[in-house]
């Protein structure tokens, strides 16, 4: 299994259309990593845990799950850092690969140490990009394919089934 921990503001810091959501309301940026990250998650396959520190979100601690990523908005004076290199220790094991998406260099010498591998904020925003590439490709090639009808009938036929199936007959 492999497990993406992404350090939250510190991908919105670093990717320039969350930055500007982030100047205008810091909800929508975070919203906007989520749905990018479930994106990811949904393509990749993998176990996605997004950190938020209680920097901008004040109050208890809370862990929710949207579009089947996990969000952990860390105790009020816990940084996303302590918490992640918790989960670090909590779900590395021989059998899962943990990465952790930040490009806090302190962050990523501590995180090596424990044997997680890290994915600076550039490195997952090409990763993505190659994603929705892959994911357009996917789809043209899906709008060309015709679906073969077990009966060979002529065009003319078809368009009548056609119109029929779309209620203009």
Not at 126 to 139: A, G, L
Request: hydrophobic share 40%.
């Amino acid at each position: 299994m492999v497990v993406l921990i992404v350090d939250g503001y510190n991908i919105i810091g670093a990717w320039e259309e969350l930055q500007q959501l982030k100047e205008k309301e810091i909800g929508q940026a975070r919203d906007r990593l989520i749905e990018r990250m479930a994106e990811y998650q949904a393509y990749s396959g993998y176990r996605v845990i997004i950190v938020f520190d209680a920097y901008f979100v004040k109050g208890i601690s809370s862990k929710l799950e949207q579009y089947k990523v996990e969000v952990i908005y860390t105790k009020e004076k816990e940084t996303a850092d302590e918490c992640i290199e918790k989960l670090v220790k909590a779900v590395k094991n021989v059998q899962t690969q943990v990465y952790v998406a930040t490009s806090d260099y302190a962050e990523q010498r501590t995180i090596f140490g424990q044997g997680a591998l890290r994915k600076s904020a550039r490195e997952l925003f090409i990763e993505m990009q190659d994603i929705e590439r892959e994911i357009e490709v996917s789809i043209e090639l899906h709008k060309k394919i015709q679906p073969q009808s077990k009966i060979n009938l002529d065009k003319e036929t078809l368009q009548k089934f056609e119109k029929m199936r779309r209620g203009e007959i």
